[in-house]
């Protein structure tokens, strides 16, 4: 196999290949060096100003998307990366008008109206202009729905579940996201096959500021309904109110879904030396939502990403394997850029050693690496857990479940994935809605956060050992 | 003085006044039985919920606060209270459109604009429909603005200054609000007198979710101008933009000032026995902003005290002097029921032998008393803080700073004056947003708010020595 070789083999093979560059290696003092000039960098920092800045909110199609690879890919060029524009094709969604008000209800009394927050969940169709008039229903599981089957049609379905904060208080904010974004993905396509003329669900966060929490919903095409999500403060107050009697939503929603857009994937390479031809993937994606200039969402995986090439640039290391810095496009809603790429890369997804992704932001602390191994190469890792410990990120931690974003088909093709392991138990309070701003990251979290994605990426694109394939569950 | 009777005499006279009542008295058994029955007590709490979830946001002249006032007037009525509604004429300002951009500042990508979130200030003027179009100069102090008062005009000034929520977890919330919200009481008509063409005031606030705090502003009536509070997020965002070069802003704001509207003051009386001419007022204000259903601004303060009349009327105690339960209208922006029940009862101030008012929310425990009193009145409440020390509210702390919001004219005249001491710590992160709503007051909290209001209320009921005046420095 490729992987087999000796360390002096290597080391030799390098110092030929890569002329004046610095001897690949993982010795301890080389990750450390690595190590400690990110923690020492506000590059990344620098870079995620710009782009939440500057840029902003970077919805797939719209202009701050489009500046947003332009920002990007100067940036790297200027770092004398190998930058290449992989075209994507992307869903181009654009949010109107979005208000609703709860017009009729039990005790209200005369000329009095509620304004409910709410916003679009991406993938949306349109209420008419002048908005739908119907009558609220409140359901707080997909069994309560189908239930209650026969009372949806005409009908504003809401989902009234509340996100488990006390979960992600736990370490367990991803599992505690999934379970309240079901409600967001599959409920309103749920609703709408039972003739639902519109669905709402709570925002899935933890803030109790009146937050809207967007994000995308998976409707069939050809039955499509209005569909947002309400702040939990108005989905309680809806459930409050129909215990009094019925409730009547005037809701205006006007969406729109324009042609699919032109985009790209960013991708820059810091070619490697002695086994060039192999990938080692370190990425963020670069779209967001719209509400926001998504610093957390992912500007952070993206800034810390383009950090990994800069540190090693700065210390004129040159990896043995490519490290590709690549900031991916739409992941929010669709995740073209993830199949893209994979798609281009199938037919060689053996020269696709590992790949890593940030996509749980830097809004809390580092505190390791989550590896989508095999068990017997768990071992192997023992140099770089050594390296990280000493900035509080020595844990590594084996996922047997697959689910990283724009990795997903890599990953179950069999390419072993990486994640920084981040403190997320606040994550949820700022996902997706307006609120995830640059203010929101700690320049500490992102060094830190930079320092383990660069160890890390140098450390597999170095390493003389196989790693495997994924795990076989991932397939 | 008529407060100089003995004991035994007023004893004896109230009970001769009151008939088959249970006798009046400050002794340890009747204070504990009242507030152990307000600890008991839901009813505050259901009231809390009907103010906010049927009628919702009240701001004067608005239907919501029409409907507030019939709503406590008959819950009042049917508690066996006699109510008046005292005529208030309240000014009417209605918010309108509300958005404003960045179209261009130094590093702007092409066909890029940033959403900037605001929300007028009450008494804003409104911009032309279209908008206006404007640089942004930013400054952090009243200072700066005059030092740099020659670029003013034309200009959008922005005042810069975080809220020191350091400050309010140290206890000190009150002053911290005072600091910051000075920038939105006079900085707009500071900045119009220099000609400006907008202002714009940071929120004043701890969240930091992107809300939006609104308020009053104190515009001179021929020299208005349009006038917004930006999140903390937008208003960092400006600022770090004018350090690379100018900001422009596009600024839509039709807020609408009508003519004066009719309102009230809900006024409801516990007839008192022997001193039933002496008034004892208990209040809150009824009036809220419209951005939200203003539970801890300040519907709490009104349905604790009118848990007062509740508590009274369920346990069948008449108090000597008359317990006057007030839902003040127009607090928020203008302060006209403060100021009408002022001039109403101006020739006999000395018949209002005490006002309580809450208007700190009950959105963390209440612990205590501020009492407007002078020094050598102090030990005369040891009684009540003995009373009041079970439910963790033993504090009795002195004030020297005239302040409590509708009761400002009768402490200026001499009527000593009472706040309940809560932890307001968390309080400024809601205040004036649209997140001040009802799942943010626990029952509990709203329980012992209402003991300590009815506590202190019968205390001060049937004090037999006087209390004095207001201290010297309110005047």
């Known amino acids: 196999m490729h992987f087999r070789k000796p360390l002096l083999t290597a080391l030799v093979a390098s110092l030929c290949a890569s002329g004046a560059a610095v001897a690949q290696s993982n010795d301890p003092a080389t990750l450390a060096k690595i190590r400690d000039a990110a923690m020492a960098s506000d590059w990344p920092y620098q870079r995620l100003e710009d782009m939440t800045d500057l840029v902003g909110p970077r919805l797939s199609g719209s202009p701050g998307a489009a500046a947003a690879v332009e920002q990007v890919a100067e940036a790297m ?3 004398g990366a190998k930058v290449t524009l992989q075209p994507v094709k992307v869903p181009h969604w654009v949010r109107g008008e979005e208000k609703a008000q709860l017009v ?6 005369k000329n009095v109206t509620q304004n409910v927050v ?6 949306s169709s349109a209420t008419p202009a002048a908005g739908l008039t119907a009558q609220v229903i409140v359901v707080r599981s997909f069994e309560e729905l189908k239930e209650r089957a026969a009372d949806v049609k005409g009908r504003i379905v809401l989902f009234d579940v509340a996100f ?5 208080d736990r370490g367990l904010a991803g599992p505690a996201y999934g379970r309240g974004s079901a409600f967001r993905t599959r409920g309103p396509a749920m609703a709408a096959e039972l003739g639902a003329a519109a669905a709402l669900v709570r925002s899935v966060g933890g803030a109790d500021y009146r937050v809207v929490h967007t994000g995308v919903t998976r409707l069939d095409e050809n039955r499509r309904i ?3 999500a309400v702040t939990a403060e108005d989905a309680m107050l809806i459930a409050r109110l129909s215990k009094r009697g019925p409730v009547t939503m005037k809701l205006v929603l006007t969406p729109k879904t324009l042609p699919d857009a032109d985009s790209f994937n960013v991708i820059a ?4 030396t002695d086994k060039a031809d192999e990938v080692v993937i370190v990425s963020g994606h670069l779209d967001s939502w719209d509400l926001a200039t998504g610093a957390n969402d992912d500007a952070t995986g993206v800034t810390a990403s383009m950090g990994v090439l800069e540190t090693l640039k700065k210390l004129n290391l040159q990896p ?6 690549v900031a991916w496009m739409n992941e929010e809603n669709g995740g073209k850029g993830g199949a893209t790429y994979h798609q281009a890369n199938r037919a060689t997804l053996e020269k696709q050693f590992a790949a ?6 830097a809004a809390g602390r580092t505190f390791g690496v989550l590896a989508g191994i095999r068990p017997q190469y768990e071992k192997l890792f023992a140099p770089l857990q050594a390296a990280l410990l000493p900035i509080g990120a020595g844990v590594l931690q084996r996922r047997d479940v697959i689910g990283a974003g724009d990795l997903h088909a890599l990953e179950a093709d069999g390419v072993p994935s990486f994640l920084p392991l981040v403190d997320s138990s606040k994550y949820f309070d700022y996902h997706h809605t307006p609120a995830d701003t640059f203010d929101k990251v700690q320049p500490q979290d992102l060094k830190s956060h930079t320092a383990v994605l660069a160890t890390l990426a140098w450390y597999l694109a170095n390493l003389d050992q196989p790693i495997g394939r994924a795990p076989e569950q991932f397939r």
């Open 77 to 79: 060029r200027k770092l």
């Open 269 to 272: 390479d810091l070619p490697g």
């Open 164 to 168: 488990d904060q006390g979960m992600a």
């Open 320 to 325: 043995r394997r490519t490290i590709r810095m």
């Open 356 to 361: 890593i992704e940030s996509d749980n932001g």
């Open 118 to 123: 709410l916003t679009a969940l991406g993938g």
């Open 104 to 109: 009729e209800y039990t005790g209200r009394p």
């Open 226 to 228: 209005p569909a947002a």
